[in-house]
């Protein structure tokens, strides 16, 4: 079974990849960027980047019927490694303990020169 997730709460897909698969016991969301769907806005600073790209992640998970409780596993790209002890101040907000797996990637460049993209994966 792999089944679509698509909400109009989260931005959509620039390219030819879905926002999210459910395969029914477990929810595989894309990488998502920093843009506000309201407004298809970026903001400029990591902090606020990655606040966005959670609320992103979120707003996904919430269409499939999970929570941020519901994530095992993140991976984190950002773009200059020098902002790993912002964006952590803020990932930290969204997620409880035990808190999910993570891994923090630096990479040269983020689709729309984004500072960070954040892709989970979850389980029911």
Known sequence: MKNQINTTNAPGAIGPYSQAIDTGSMVFASGQLPIDPATGAMPA???????????????????????????????????DMADFTAMNAVYETFFQSPFPARSAIAVKTLPKNALVEIEVIAVR
Not at 67 to 75: G, I
Request: aromatic share 2%; hydrophobic share 40%.
């Open 45 to 79: 600073d990591i902090t606020m980047q990655t606040r966005q790209s959670l609320t992103n992640v979120k707003a996904i998970l919430e269409s499939a019927g999970l929570s941020m409780d519901n994530v095992v596993k993140t991976t984190v790209y950002l773009s």
